[in-house]
């Protein structure tokens, strides 16, 4: 059923859907708000996989964490929205109209799933966890990485503890290891959640990175938990880093 919002200017459709008998109602929810969402509209408008890819543009905007010529590792790649727009911005080589002797980049992308190939970056289907991971995409790459990021997000169980720390446990493991494989001055951006357990994790990344910050996007629905972690110019194994900035 589609509902017209009251308001000047031009028409608003807002869609509402009927609730069916098999569907539960919190599914009916999700659904109706994923059908309003402007940034869901906005991806299929612009040939974007997921409306996740808005929050990294709107973050990079801001810090200019992604630059021609990098090479990036996109931790739980699948639907492939991080990459879209990490391809775009380091220059990576699509075979469409690329021009020789502007910088090139590099982006490869690691999830469990299967993901449909992304133009100009490298898939790989696999634990990012498993042995040899990282000397793996480490080669992909052509070598180590400037920029890892993560926009994972652990299976929920519905126990909002047990997910929270389900969720820090997942950020905790990208963080290792990009300290593991990043280049100096290299930066790492994850997907956390509030809940009182990431000073650990916060703790760890300020003894080697140079700032770490917490990120809000607007792009990031304003009633969840859901934040980013961004932590830039990492300073080597083992040496100290800055105090943690809101922004």
């Keep these: 059923m589609v509902e017209k919002k009251k308001g000047s ?31 869901v509209q906005a991806a299929k408008r612009d040939g974007l996989r997921s409306r996740a890819a808005y929050k990294l543009t709107e973050m990079d905007d801001k810090f200019h964490v992604l630059k021609p010529g990098q090479r990036v590792v996109d931790l739980g790649a699948a639907p492939g ?36 190939p992304v133009p100009g970056s490298t898939i790989l289907q696999m634990d990012f966890l498993e042995e040899g991971a990282d000397e793996r995409l480490i080669k992909e790459l052509g070598g180590l990485p400037d920029v890892v990021m993560s926009d994972m997000a652990a299976n ?17 493991a990208a ?6 494989v990043l280049n100096e001055d290299g930066d790492f951006i994850a997907k956390v959640f509030r809940g009182g357990t990431e000073n650990e994790l916060l ?3 300020k003894q080697h990175f140079t700032v770490v910050r917490h990120v809000k996007p607007k792009a990031s629905r304003a009633d969840s938990s859901e934040m980013y972690v961004l932590a830039t110019g990492f300073k080597g194994r083992g040496e100290g880093a800055d105090e943690v900035e809101e922004a």
């Design 203 to 205: 703790a760890f990344l």
């Design 9 to 39: 200017g031009a028409r608003s459709l807002k869609v509402r859907v009927k609730t069916a008998k098999r569907r539960k109602t919190s599914s009916t929810r999700w659904l109706q708000r994923q059908l309003n969402d402007p940034y």
């Design 175 to 180: 963080a290792h290891f990009a300290i593991e």
């Design 81 to 116: 929205g991080w990459c879209q727009v990490a391809v775009e911005r380091v220059k990576a080589p699509t075979g469409e109209g690329t021009k020789p002797g502007k910088a090139q980049g590099a982006v490869v992308g690691i999830d469990l799933l299967e993901v449909e």
């Design 156 to 172: 929920t169980t519905g126990h909002k503890q047990t997910d929270h720390l389900k969720i820090m446990a997942l950020c905790e």
